[in-house]
């Protein structure tokens, strides 16, 4: 495969090219065999299958969309390996807390603070495993602000957390800092869950967003240990949050369930229901008729936790959009969206490729609300690409090579440039 010569031309500080590979995926439309991508100063210029001169000629190889991650939290992407999975979730999230408190221990004097470190480290592995955009969970830890002036393109939400009245105010101050700081991002906010976050508190993020026109994601319908919490006030989310010293039993009413807060979240102009793992049929008919909300789906991370299957078809099959995310590395091996498709065509082996694909790319362009920039391989997008290395066979359906095993990203494009 020749990227070689690709190098070698922006370096050179080229502002045109054409790069050719076995297949083009353009994300909307048929796959083209001997495709060719133009580019001129960081944007597509023309996607065809014409026979002409180009830049690179990539040989056996597809030209993908730039992958979007439309769910991750970066900074913990200094995690080596995923945390076990525990029987009870809070368990697992009180690891979470552990490894948080002891890289803080343990940084090195004047060293960058553990949580910055951890996304440019993310940032890193995210670009050279072919993705272009984020949506990140950003928190004090690791500010939004590590991200404001490099690559990927980034969505940054701000993680806002309290479930005591007396907390709302300083949270909402931050918020509208977030949102107002200005910079290269795109400024979103996460009221993190519903065993987490104060009705109120929800409440006041949505009103900003709707000011800002800010989209919002929140963790929603992730365990049955939530739904009993929101339900009947018990369960293990109790004991953990009473060890915590934040629990607040008047502060859930029963009965309550994530309708609730797709309610809330159906206000924002954009809104991300992430991982949405137990969603009933009546908030699967709230989502269908608001088609503001997405679901995200992280495959790799529901099928580490050992959740029930994932109403993922069934929420397509209503015409809502689902997107797909990898979380963390505290859940996940790696931060690789090409590998969740690739887990998700093993896993749905007869679900159609091509709107598959759609699932990495535009689909969650969409539910980050920058469809119209990248997400697609179309003229007067930004160049946002990924090169996959394809196996060595002949007569196959692209798809088949595209999603095989043995592919993999061999080069990543951002607004035209390697990274």
Sequence with gaps: MNISSL??????????ASIRARWVFPGVGPPLENGTVEITAGRIAAVHDRVGPVTCDLGNAAVIPG????????????????????HLFTTWLQQVMA?????VATAAPGAAPPGVQAVVAGRSESTRLGTTTLGDIVSESAP??????????????????????????????????????????????SPHAPYSVHPDLLRGAVDLAVVYRAPVAMHLAETEAELELLKSGSGEFVEFLERLG????????????????????????????????YLDDDEIEFLAAHPSISVVYCPRTHAYFGHAPHPWRKLLGRGINVAIGTDSRASNPDLSLFAELQFLRRLAPDFDP??????????SAAALGIERETGSLEAGKSADLAIVALPEASGCDP????????????????SGRLP
């Design 144 to 189: 939004a602000e590590v991200a404001s002036d490099s690559q990927p393109h980034t969505v940054a939400f701000l993680e806002l957390l309290g479930l005591a009245p007396e907390r709302q105010a300083a949270q909402l101050a931050r918020a509208c800092e977030h949102l107002t700081a200005g910079g290269s991002l795109v400024r979103g906010l």
């Design 246 to 277: 934040v629990w607040r039993a008047a502060v859930i009413p029963r009965g309550s369930r994530p309708l609730d807060s797709l309610r809330e979240l159906a206000r924002a102009e954009r809104a991300l229901a992430i991982h949405g793992n």
């Design 99 to 103: 490894h948080r408190r002891d890289r």
């Design 399 to 414: 798809y088949s090579l595209l999603f095989d095993p043995a592919a993999h990203v061999v080069a990543t494009l951002i």
């Design 7 to 16: 190098v070698d031309f922006w370096k050179s500080g080229g502002e045109r």
């Design 67 to 86: 992958l979007v991650n439309a769910h991750t939290h970066l900074e913990l992407s200094d995690v080596q390996a995923p945390l076990g999975p525990a």
């Design 354 to 363: 091509a709107r598959l694909l759609q699932l990495g790319t535009i689909g």
